[in-house]
């Protein structure tokens, strides 16, 4: 079976969010990154990070899924998940890199 890729966009509870996190909202946040650190590492999770932005900064990930149930399993155990807001769109990813010259 071949794996579906999914683009997502983490969307904070307020756009000042990166600035005045409470210390709960930071434990969390930790959490958060701990979560993913080892879908990062078996190549479920493809690209996780952050994007700044002057209207406030958000999350993504681009992650790869055996089935959308697989990535409803990840979303629903991530500890920001409730916190934060995810948006999922299925993507068709390229498999290999191409180099741009």
């Known amino acids: 079976m071949s794996k579906q ?9 307020r756009a000042s969010f ?7 909202e930071r434990a ?6 701990e ?8 190549g479920t999770a493809i690209v996780i990070g952050l994007v700044g932005d002057l209207k406030g ?4 990930g681009v992650i ?5 149930e697989q990535l409803n399993d990840l979303l629903v ?4 998940n ?8 299925p993507i068709r990813a390229m498999s290999k890199l191409i180099e741009v010259e």
């Open 5 to 13: 890729q999914y683009f997502l966009k983490l969307n904070p509870p």
């Open 18 to 24: 990166r600035m005045d996190m409470t210390e709960d």
């Open 28 to 33: 969390i946040m930790a959490k958060h990154i």
């Open 35 to 42: 979560y993913w650190k080892p879908y990062i590492q078996s």
């Open 57 to 60: 900064g958000f999350g993504v």
């Open 64 to 68: 790869q899924a055996d089935s959308e």
């Open 77 to 80: 155990n991530d500890p920001a």
């Open 82 to 89: 409730g916190l934060h807001s995810y948006e999922v769109h």
